[in-house]
C-alpha cells in the first residue's frame, strides 16, 4: 500500500511537471500568434520581451536581443538614472559670496520660475532674497549644447523640444493662457511668460499657423485663429542664451543687479550651493506627460553631482561604460536624456530588466503613481481601457516611425509582469499598432 501511495505520487509529481512544460509551450504559441505572426506588424520591426516581475524570469521574447530606437522610453532610463544619481534632491546652484557681489554657476536645475513649478522653486526664492550684485558665470568649454546629440533641429516650432542649458528660466519657454470671460473672480485676457516675450506679441492674420516664431528669435507672431480656447494653455521653446537669461534674471529680481561672467568654476568644495528638493511633481510630469525638457535637465543635474558641472559627454560615457555594466544590462547606447534622439538603440529585453530594476529600487507603489495608467492619465489615458480594471502602467514613446511601450502589467490573477513592445520603420496608423498591443497586453491579463 505504502508503494502503490509513493508510486501515485511520483505519477502526480510527473504530471504536473508535464502540464508546466505544456503550459509554458501553449505560453509561447499563444504569444507567437499575436506578436510574430502579426499582419499588422509585418513590414515594420517588432520587438517584445515579457517577464515576471518578482523573480525577473524571462517569459517570453521576440526579437528582444535586438536594438531599437527606444523614443521616449529612454526617460525609465533617465529615471534610473536619478535616482541612483540625485535621490531626492539635487543642488539648484553653487555660488560665493563676497562684499554685495554674488559669483553664481549653472547645475542644470530646471523649475527656476517655471510656470508649472512655482511652488515648487526653490533656487526662486533664494534669488528673490538676494540683494547687491549677482553676476552668473559661464566658464569657457562648459557651454551646454541647446540640442541633444540626433535631434531633429527643425522642431523648434512645436510644443515637445525645449532648448537646454545650465540655468533655465521659466522652463525655456513661451506660456500662455487666455481666459477670454472672468470667472470666480479671475481676471479675463491673455497672460504669460517670460512677460517680456508674452507682451511682444505681434499678430498677423494671413498667417496659418497658431503660434510661430523664426529659429533663432523669440519674437513670436500669431495667426487668426490664435485665440481660439482648445489654443490654451499653451507652450513653445523659445531662443536660449546667456545673454537672455540674466536678462530674464534682472527683470524677475530687481532687488539686485544681474551680469553675465565668464569666471572658472572653483573647485566644489569651495563654493556653497542651493540644495533643493526633487519633488516626485516633477518626476510625474517627466513620465506620465513625457516631457522632455525636464528629462534632458535631469541628465545635466545628475553629470553636475557626479562632475561639479554638466558635462553629459562624460557622464553618458560613464553610465554606459560603468553604471549599465555593473547592472549587467548589456551594451546600450544612450544618446540624450528624452528620447528625441535616433541615436539612443536599446534591446526590449533590456527594459524589461530595468523595470525589475526600478520596481526594487522605488518601490512598487511609488513606481505605479509615476507611471502613466491605462484608461486612467497620461500618454495612456485613452490606451489600454480594454479590461474592467487599470491594469497597465507603462511608459510611451514616439518619433516618426516608431511606436513603444515598456512599463508593469497586473494580471487578473495578481500576478505581477513586466514588458516591452519596441516598433520602429512603423508605416501604418499608431492607432492600429496600440490595437495589437491592447490584444496582446489583455491576453496576458486574461491568461497569466
Given at each position: 500500500m505504502r508503494l502503490l501511495l509513493s508510486l501515485s505520487f511520483l505519477a502526480f509529481l510527473g504530471f504536473s511537471s508535464s502540464a508546466q512544460v505544456i503550459s509554458h509551450r501553449s505560453l509561447g504559441n499563444s504569444l507567437d500568434n499575436l506578436v510574430r505572426w502579426n499582419t499588422v506588424y509585418s513590414e515594420g520591426h517588432t520587438g517584445f520581451s515579457l517577464s515576471d516581475l518578482d523573480s525577473?524570469?524571462?517569459?517570453?521574447?521576440?526579437n528582444a536581443e535586438r536594438y531599437f530606437v527606444p523614443a521616449s522610453n529612454v526617460k525609465l532610463l533617465t529615471f534610473f538614472v536619478a535616482q541612483q544619481m540625485l535621490g531626492e534632491e539635487a543642488p539648484a546652484v553653487f555660488y560665493r559670496a563676497h562684499g554685495d557681489t554674488t559669483d553664481i554657476w549653472g547645475t542644470g536645475y530646471?523649475?527656476?520660475?517655471?510656470?508649472?513649478?512655482?511652488?515648487?522653486?526653490?533656487?526662486?526664492?533664494?534669488?528673490?532674497?538676494?540683494?547687491?550684485?549677482?553676476?552668473?558665470?559661464?566658464?569657457?568649454?562648459?557651454?551646454?549644447?541647446?540640442?541633444?546629440?540626433?535631434?531633429?533641429?527643425?522642431?523648434y516650432n512645436y510644443g515637445y523640444v525645449y532648448e537646454r542649458s545650465a540655468l533655465p528660466v521659466?522652463?525655456?519657454?513661451?506660456?500662455?493662457?487666455?481666459?477670454?470671460?472672468?470667472?470666480?473672480?479671475?481676471?479675463?485676457?491673455?497672460?504669460?511668460?517670460p512677460p517680456t516675450v508674452a507682451?511682444?506679441?505681434?499678430?498677423?492674420?494671413?498667417?496659418?499657423r497658431a503660434i510661430s516664431r523664426r529659429e533663432g528669435s523669440?519674437?513670436?507672431?500669431?495667426?487668426?485663429?490664435?485665440?481660439?480656447?482648445?489654443?490654451?494653455?499653451?507652450?513653445?521653446?523659445?531662443?536660449?542664451?546667456?545673454?537672455?537669461?540674466?536678462?530674464?534674471?534682472?527683470?524677475?529680481?530687481?532687488?539686485?543687479?544681474?551680469?553675465l561672467g565668464d569666471a572658472p568654476r572653483p573647485p566644489r568644495a569651495t563654493l556653497q550651493q542651493v540644495t533643493t528638493p526633487l519633488p516626485d511633481t516633477l518626476l510625474r510630469k517627466m513620465l506620465?506627460?513625457?516631457?522632455?525638457?525636464?528629462?534632458?535637465?535631469?541628465?545635466?543635474?545628475?553629470?553636475?553631482?557626479?562632475?561639479?558641472?554638466?558635462?553629459?559627454?562624460?557622464?553618458?560615457?560613464?553610465?554606459?561604460?560603468?553604471?549599465?555594466?555593473?547592472?549587467?544590462?548589456?551594451?546600450?547606447?544612450?544618446?540624450?536624456?528624452?528620447?528625441?534622439?535616433?541615436?539612443?538603440?536599446?534591446?526590449?529585453?533590456?527594459?524589461?530588466?530595468?523595470?525589475?530594476?526600478?520596481?526594487?529600487?522605488?518601490?512598487?507603489?511609488?513606481?505605479?503613481?509615476?507611471?502613466?495608467?491605462?484608461?486612467?492619465?497620461?500618454?495612456?489615458?485613452?490606451?489600454?481601457?480594454?479590461?474592467?480594471?487599470?491594469?497597465v502602467w507603462a511608459k510611451t514613446g514616439s518619433l516618426s516611425g516608431v511606436i513603444c511601450v515598456s512599463g508593469l502589467l497586473r494580471s487578473r490573477s495578481g500576478r505581477w509582469l513586466s514588458f516591452s513592445f519596441l516598433h520602429n520603420n512603423v508605416m501604418v496608423s499608431p492607432s492600429a499598432y496600440y490595437h495589437e498591443m491592447e490584444n496582446t497586453l489583455g491576453w496576458v491579463y486574461d491568461n497569466l
Open positions: 525577473g524570469e524571462a517569459l517570453y521574447g521576440y530646471p523649475l527656476l520660475l517655471h510656470p508649472s513649478f512655482y511652488a515648487h522653486d526653490t533656487l526662486g526664492g533664494w534669488l528673490a532674497d538676494r540683494r547687491g550684485h549677482l553676476v552668473y558665470h559661464i566658464p569657457a568649454g562648459e557651454e551646454v549644447p541647446r540640442y541633444g546629440a540626433g535631434w531633429s533641429w527643425d522642431d521659466y522652463g525655456n519657454r513661451l506660456y500662455l493662457d487666455f481666459r477670454p470671460e472672468a470667472v470666480d473672480g479671475e481676471v479675463s485676457g491673455l497672460f504669460g511668460s507682451a511682444a506679441l505681434i499678430q498677423n492674420a494671413r498667417q496659418p523669440n519674437q513670436f507672431t500669431v495667426g487668426r485663429n490664435f485665440y481660439h480656447p482648445g489654443n490654451f494653455p499653451l507652450e513653445r521653446s523659445l531662443s536660449v542664451s546667456p545673454e537672455f537669461t540674466v536678462e530674464q534674471l534682472d527683470a524677475a529680481f530687481p532687488d539686485v543687479a544681474v551680469s506620465q506627460v513625457s516631457d522632455n525638457f525636464l528629462a534632458e535637465q535631469l541628465i545635466l543635474l545628475a553629470a553636475t553631482e557626479r562632475y561639479g558641472w554638466p558635462d553629459e559627454e562624460t557622464f553618458f560615457s560613464y553610465l554606459t561604460d560603468t553604471l549599465f555594466v555593473d547592472m549587467q544590462l548589456g551594451e546600450i547606447r544612450y544618446a540624450d536624456g528624452s528620447g528625441l534622439s535616433r541615436y539612443n538603440l536599446v534591446k526590449p529585453r533590456q527594459f524589461t530588466q530595468l523595470l525589475t530594476a526600478l520596481d526594487r529600487a522605488v518601490g512598487r507603489d511609488r513606481l505605479l503613481d509615476l507611471l502613466p495608467t491605462g484608461g486612467v492619465n497620461g500618454t495612456l489615458e485613452k490606451r489600454f481601457d480594454n479590461r474592467p480594471e487599470p491594469y
